[in-house]
T-cell receptor
Framework: AQSVSQHNHHVILSEAASLELGCNYSYGGTVNLFWYVQYPGQHLQLLLKYFSGDPLVKGIKGFEAEFIKSKFSFNLRKPSVQWSDTAEYFCAVNARTGGFKTIFGAGTRLFVKA | GAGVSQTPSNKVTEKGKYVELRCDPISGHTALYWYRQSLGQGPEFLIYFQGTGAADDSGLPNDRFFAVRPEGSVSTLKIQRTERGDSAVYLC?????????????FGQGTRLTVV
């Protein structure tokens, strides 16, 4: 069965600090990978996604993620965070063949101090 | 509408009562998903529709939970004999394909509180 593990439940950073949120998944086949973000009071929104090709994926608002197949990882990064990045971030995995059930990690709450 | 719409946004019900939660997906999206999100957890898959049929209902926790999508658009999640443990935010999402190769758009969710 698929599973997703996010390493940090809470992260506190100062503005301009660099961010890396860890995500590991458990699935033996080919996967689609996603990062979703939920800003306070808003619904889940897609930040970026990986289906194939270049394992370094760039998303909105300066976020990027790198798929490392050998490590079953899809870590999210941003070189310099802003106060407006305060949100909850969810890593998600979907099996590509015959799959449609997207499994989410427990989420990481990021708080950026102004 | 422009996005996925869920009603009501909040629902408080007494233990043992029946509730219905509604989801209006983005027009033209064939795939529709229901998730449940408890405090401090990520969204937990409940059921997936492709068109009118439930393609995967393996996430429904027990037979008190049921969902329909009779015309391939609006979906209703139905919970019978509600229990306090059913309290959570119920999320609906839709996408234009069912194989996970496209983005799922989420609604704001329905916060269900069973007292």
């Amino acid at each position: 069965a698929q599973s997703v593990s996010q390493h940090n439940h809470h992260v506190i950073l100062s503005e301009a600090a660099s961010l890396e949120l860890g995500c590991n998944y458990s699935y033996g086949g080919t996967v689609n990978l996603f990062w979703y973000v939920q800003y306070p009071g808003q619904h889940l929104q897609l930040l970026l996604k990986y289906f194939s090709g270049d394992p370094l994926v760039k998303g909105i608002k300066g976020f990027e993620a790198e798929f490392i197949k050998s490590k079953f990882s899809f870590n999210l990064r941003k070189p310099s965070v802003q106060w407006s990045d305060t949100a909850e971030y969810f890593c998600a995995v979907n099996a590509r063949t015959g799959g449609f059930k997207t499994i989410f990690g427990a989420g990481t709450r990021l708080f950026v101090k102004a | 509408g422009a996005g996925v719409s869920q009603t009501p946004s909040n629902k408080v019900t007494e233990k043992g009562k029946y509730v219905e939660l509604r989801c209006d997906p983005i027009s033209g999206h064939t795939a529709l998903y229901w998730y449940r999100q408890s405090l401090g957890q990520g969204p937990e898959f409940l059921i997936y529709f492709q068109g009118t049929g439930a393609a995967d209902d393996s996430g429904l926790p027990n037979d008190r939970f049921f969902a329909v999508r009779p015309e391939g658009s609006v979906s209703t999640l139905k919970i019978q004999r509600t229990e306090r443990g059913d309290s959570a935010v119920y999320l609906c999402a839709s996408s234009s394909e069912g194989l996970g190769n496209t983005e799922a758009f989420f609604g704001q969710g329905t916060r269900l509180t069973v007292v």
